[in-house]
């Protein structure tokens, strides 16, 4: 059974969420502070988490980060906060998904199983990944990229990158991010250089690089790929 960590300090919300996601067919832990959940997420096997961003001991996009820097654990970011600017916040930090208060729960369930999803296709993908009928082909065993029928030659630095992506299809990725999971926390290069590899992969594996259909710019919050999906 899967295990969603519902992290929200009010307590009516937090029994509200975990009653929709036991009736959904998942376990669900619950934690009213960051550092509780901190906790969970080192002694339990949880597969998701609701996150709310207002909590009583640190804010939610601090308890994000920290996930971020040892788990790929999908994250639905839970706040009243509703600006562009704080979703695009919270996006780059890691978040896959964001729902904002008053919310159905029936919706935020669908959300939750929808992340799941997308979680487990990027496991059973992790060997030979193919999008758009095999228009990329990325085989993680071989260690090799096919764009259009062709092999491409992607420099080391650049197939870490693209396999970092791949690996999470429609997640928002900061470049430090990109950074991290690609080469790294002892990277000392300017994050700015992340830029010219997504640049150097477009050529390679476009159709067209001015118009890219499998890795896209979020304006403000970094990089996306879409696996060659409509926007």
Not at 180 to 205: C, F, L
Not at 220 to 229: D, H, I, K, L, V
């Amino acid at each position: 059974m899967r295990t969603v960590l519902i992290v929200e300090d009010e307590p009516k919300i937090r029994e509200v969420i975990a009653s929709y996601i036991r009736h959904g067919g998942l376990a669900a832990l619950e934690a009213e502070t960051g550092q509780e959940a901190l906790r969970l997420l080192g002694s339990e096997r949880v597969d998701a988490v609701v996150l709310d961003l207002m909590l009583p001991d640190m804010d939610g996009e601090a308890v994000c980060r920290h996930i971020r820097r040892t788990s790929s654990v999908p994250v639905v970011m839970l706040t009243a906060k509703a600006s562009q600017e704080q979703r695009i916040e919270g996006f780059s930090l890691g978040a896959d998904d964001y729902v904002t208060k008053p919310f159905d729960p029936r919706e935020l369930l669908a959300r939750i199983r929808a992340i799941l999803r997308r979680a487990d296709d990027s496991q059973l993908l992790a060997d030979r990944i193919v999008y758009e009928d095999g228009a990329l082909v990325i085989d993680s065993l071989r260690q090799t990229v096919t764009a259009h029928g062709e092999l491409i030659n992607l420099t080391p630095n650049e197939y870490k990158l693209l396999l970092a992506m791949a690996k999470h299809p429609q997640r928002i990725f900061a470049r430090e991010q990109l950074i991290e999971m690609a080469w790294g926390y002892d990277y000392e290069g300017d994050s700015r250089t992340v830029d010219q590899h997504i640049k150097n992969i477009r050529h390679k594996i476009e159709a067209d690089p001015r118009q890219p259909r499998f890795i896209r710019t979020v304006f403000g919050a970094g990089y996306r790929f879409t696996g060659g999906e409509s926007p």
